[in-house]
């Protein structure tokens, strides 16, 4: 996620998570847990949990403990495929 930072597509969200994910991994060491639940329906689905993360400085000090939130939404389509919803005008 870009929190706190400006958003951006494409080949350009690629190259800003390149440079972020560079210069988080020189200073840190980086320990990822994933914590999910998933809830199925008969047509829909969600999921939600939070991806926490340990960042201990390589040069020494406390570690700092981050933890961020999501929640996805799905739906079933008629040919049976789950997709994302989204309740964007253009992605209906």
């Known amino acids: 996620m870009s929190s706190g930072e400006p958003s951006n597509y494409g080949a350009a969200a690629i190259e ?3 440079e972020r ?3 988080l991994f020189k200073d840190y ?11 199925v ?4 689905a969600h ?7 340990t ?7 406390a570690p700092i403990r981050k933890r961020e939130r999501y929640f996805e939404m799905w739906t079933k389509k008629l040919s049976g495929a789950w997709r994302i919803y ?3 005008p253009t992605a209906m």
Do not use: C, Q
């Not at 060491?29 to 639940?37: E, R, Y």
């Open 86 to 88: 989204s309740s964007s």
């Open 55 to 61: 960042l201990t400085p390589k040069r020494g000090g």
């Open 21 to 23: 994910a560079s210069e």
């Open 41 to 44: 329906g008969s047509n829909s």
């Open 29 to 39: 060491a980086v320990k990822m847990s994933i914590i999910i639940n998933i809830v």
């Open 47 to 53: 999921d939600y949990g939070w991806h926490e993360f």
């Open 16 to 18: 800003a998570l390149r």
